[in-house]
């Protein structure tokens, strides 16, 4: 299983970003992918999950409003859409695959595959 993030890259604030991520190895019509970002010093964050079966979408609290998931099955790629970044927004940002939950069909606790990240930064 692999998965690789593209799309970061240094932007000013107000501008925008779409991460892409892309499995493979995995059966994508019967996966999640979850979106995650680590800012120097602090905790890995969740930011958002897309179900690549049904294209339901979940949203950490913090990322509701400027943050877009969404997903390509065709290409077994997941996007998250960034807009109108801020300084705070500067990270290494990492997608998660695994099977959907048991429990409600959005990302697990625990999710299995992991990218190596992509780093984003927000700078005048």
């Known amino acids: 299983v692999q998965l690789v993030e593209s799309g970061g890259g240094s932007v000013r604030p107000g501008g925008s970003l779409r991460l892409a991520c892309t499995i493979s190895g995995f059966d994508f019509e019967d996966s999640v992918i979850g979106w995650f970002r680590q800012a120097p010093g602090l905790a890995r964050e969740g930011l958002s999950c897309?179900?690549?079966?049904?294209?339901?979408?979940y949203y950490s609290d913090s990322a509701k409003g400027r943050f877009t998931v969404s997903s390509d099955n065709a290409k077994k790629t997941a996007y998250l859409q960034i807009n109108n970044l801020k300084r705070e927004d500067t990270a290494v940002y990492y997608c998660a695959l695994d099977r959907p939950s048991p429990l409600d069909g959005s990302c697990r606790a625990t999710m299995r595959y992991w990218g190596k990240g992509t780093p984003v930064t927000v700078s005048s």
């Open positions: 897309i179900n690549n079966g049904n294209g339901n979408t």
